[in-house]
Protein backbone atom coordinates (compact mmCIF):
# COMPACT_ATOMS: atom_id res chain seq x y z
CA UNK A 1 0.00 0.00 0.00
CA UNK A 2 0.93 3.57 -1.15
CA UNK A 3 1.77 5.94 2.20
CA UNK A 4 -0.69 8.36 0.33
CA UNK A 5 -3.11 5.60 0.47
CA UNK A 6 -2.21 4.50 4.04
CA UNK A 7 -2.13 8.09 5.47
CA UNK A 8 -5.56 9.32 3.97
CA UNK A 9 -7.45 10.81 5.75
CA UNK A 10 -5.68 9.71 9.21
CA UNK A 11 -2.49 11.83 9.27
CA UNK A 12 -0.14 13.84 6.50
CA UNK A 13 2.40 11.55 4.90
CA UNK A 14 5.09 12.85 6.84
CA UNK A 15 4.54 12.30 9.72
CA UNK A 16 3.38 8.41 8.65
CA UNK A 17 7.07 8.67 7.28
CA UNK A 18 7.93 9.61 10.76
CA UNK A 19 6.66 7.00 12.32
CA UNK A 20 7.54 4.35 9.74
CA UNK A 21 11.45 5.43 10.59
CA UNK A 22 10.66 4.93 14.53
CA UNK A 23 11.21 9.37 14.80
CA UNK A 24 7.80 9.14 16.77
CA UNK A 25 5.37 7.83 18.19
CA UNK A 26 1.25 7.84 16.56
CA UNK A 27 -1.30 8.68 19.14
CA UNK A 28 -3.39 5.89 20.49
CA UNK A 29 -6.53 6.74 17.74
CA UNK A 30 -3.90 7.50 14.96
CA UNK A 31 -2.49 4.32 15.22
CA UNK A 32 -5.62 2.52 15.75
CA UNK A 33 -7.01 4.09 12.75
CA UNK A 34 -3.67 3.08 10.51
CA UNK A 35 -3.84 -0.25 12.43
CA UNK A 36 -7.79 -1.15 10.79
CA UNK A 37 -6.74 0.57 7.11
CA UNK A 38 -3.96 -2.30 6.95
CA UNK A 39 -6.07 -5.04 8.47
CA UNK A 40 -3.75 -5.56 11.54
CA UNK A 41 -5.07 -6.23 15.20
CA UNK A 42 -3.30 -4.65 17.81
CA UNK A 43 -3.13 -7.50 19.58
CA UNK A 44 -0.76 -8.81 17.20
CA UNK A 45 1.40 -6.19 17.06
CA UNK A 46 2.08 -5.96 20.81
CA UNK A 47 2.02 -10.03 21.23
CA UNK A 48 5.66 -9.95 21.74
CA UNK A 49 6.10 -7.41 24.25
CA UNK A 50 6.75 -9.78 27.26
CA UNK A 51 8.83 -8.72 31.01
CA UNK A 52 10.70 -11.80 30.55
CA UNK A 53 12.56 -10.35 27.40
CA UNK A 54 12.95 -7.40 29.10
CA UNK A 55 14.67 -8.96 32.09
CA UNK A 56 17.09 -11.17 30.16
CA UNK A 57 18.21 -7.66 28.23
CA UNK A 58 18.59 -6.15 31.63
CA UNK A 59 20.71 -9.17 32.95
CA UNK A 60 23.00 -8.82 30.01
CA UNK A 61 22.71 -5.06 29.88
CA UNK A 62 24.62 -5.73 33.96
CA UNK A 63 26.92 -8.11 32.51
CA UNK A 64 28.39 -5.70 29.79
CA UNK A 65 28.56 -2.85 31.68
CA UNK A 66 29.70 -4.49 35.06
CA UNK A 67 32.59 -6.16 32.93
CA UNK A 68 33.31 -3.07 30.54
CA UNK A 69 32.89 -5.43 27.64
CA UNK A 70 33.21 -3.43 24.83
CA UNK A 71 32.71 -5.64 22.12
CA UNK A 72 29.40 -7.05 23.76
CA UNK A 73 28.28 -3.53 24.05
CA UNK A 74 28.52 -3.30 20.12
CA UNK A 75 26.58 -6.45 20.10
CA UNK A 76 23.67 -6.21 22.60
CA UNK A 77 23.44 -2.40 21.36
CA UNK A 78 22.89 -4.15 17.59
CA UNK A 79 20.94 -6.36 19.58
CA UNK A 80 18.39 -4.04 21.47
CA UNK A 81 18.22 -1.79 18.02
CA UNK A 82 16.78 -4.75 15.98
CA UNK A 83 14.61 -5.52 18.78
CA UNK A 84 13.05 -2.40 19.02
CA UNK A 85 12.61 -1.67 15.49
CA UNK A 86 10.89 -5.16 14.95
CA UNK A 87 8.64 -4.21 18.35
CA UNK A 88 7.82 -0.58 18.06
CA UNK A 89 4.89 -0.60 20.57
CA UNK A 90 7.06 -2.80 22.89
CA UNK A 91 6.12 -1.85 26.82
CA UNK A 92 9.76 -1.38 28.16
CA UNK A 93 10.54 0.83 25.19
CA UNK A 94 12.00 3.95 27.08
CA UNK A 95 14.26 1.61 29.22
CA UNK A 96 15.61 -0.38 26.10
CA UNK A 97 16.38 3.10 24.35
CA UNK A 98 18.27 4.03 27.45
CA UNK A 99 20.16 1.00 27.83
CA UNK A 100 21.21 1.30 24.08
CA UNK A 101 22.47 4.76 24.69
CA UNK A 102 24.68 3.70 27.40
CA UNK A 103 25.70 0.89 25.56
CA UNK A 104 26.66 3.46 22.39
CA UNK A 105 28.60 5.35 24.68
CA UNK A 106 31.09 2.02 25.30
CA UNK A 107 31.46 1.81 21.37
CA UNK A 108 33.12 3.82 19.09
CA UNK A 109 29.76 5.33 18.18
CA UNK A 110 30.25 9.31 17.49
CA UNK A 111 28.70 11.88 19.60
CA UNK A 112 26.27 12.93 16.62
CA UNK A 113 25.24 9.33 16.40
CA UNK A 114 24.42 9.08 20.22
CA UNK A 115 22.61 12.34 20.33
CA UNK A 116 20.65 11.59 17.59
CA UNK A 117 19.21 8.47 19.68
CA UNK A 118 19.01 10.39 22.34
CA UNK A 119 16.58 12.64 20.52
CA UNK A 120 14.19 9.70 19.34
CA UNK A 121 14.47 8.04 22.47
CA UNK A 122 13.13 12.41 23.63
CA UNK A 123 10.35 12.29 20.68
CA UNK A 124 9.04 8.71 21.65
CA UNK A 125 8.90 9.30 25.46
CA UNK A 126 7.90 12.70 26.14
CA UNK A 127 4.81 12.01 24.08
CA UNK A 128 1.53 12.97 26.68
CA UNK A 129 1.04 9.16 26.87
CA UNK A 130 3.95 9.10 28.80
CA UNK A 131 5.12 9.04 32.37
CA UNK A 132 6.47 12.74 33.39
CA UNK A 133 9.30 11.04 35.04
CA UNK A 134 10.16 9.58 31.78
CA UNK A 135 11.07 12.78 30.46
CA UNK A 136 12.98 14.26 33.55
CA UNK A 137 15.29 11.49 33.24
CA UNK A 138 15.65 11.45 29.68
CA UNK A 139 16.35 14.93 29.90
CA UNK A 140 19.04 14.44 32.36
CA UNK A 141 20.07 11.74 30.68
CA UNK A 142 21.09 13.86 27.61
CA UNK A 143 22.91 16.19 29.55
CA UNK A 144 24.81 14.03 30.90
CA UNK A 145 25.58 11.46 28.27
CA UNK A 146 26.91 14.78 26.07
Known amino acids: MKQENLANNICSISHLSKIEHG ?6 AVL ?3 L ?42 EEIHSY ?6 YDYQFDLSLME ?3 LLMTSADVIAIQSNLDISATINC ?9 V ?4 AAHTYT
Open 23 to 28: VTMPSD
Open 32 to 34: QQL
Open 36 to 77: QRLNISLESVTAHSSPEQFIQFREHFQDVINRRDKPGAESLC
Open 84 to 89: LKAHPL
Open 101 to 103: NRL
Open 127 to 135: EPSHNHRNC
Open 137 to 140: YYNF
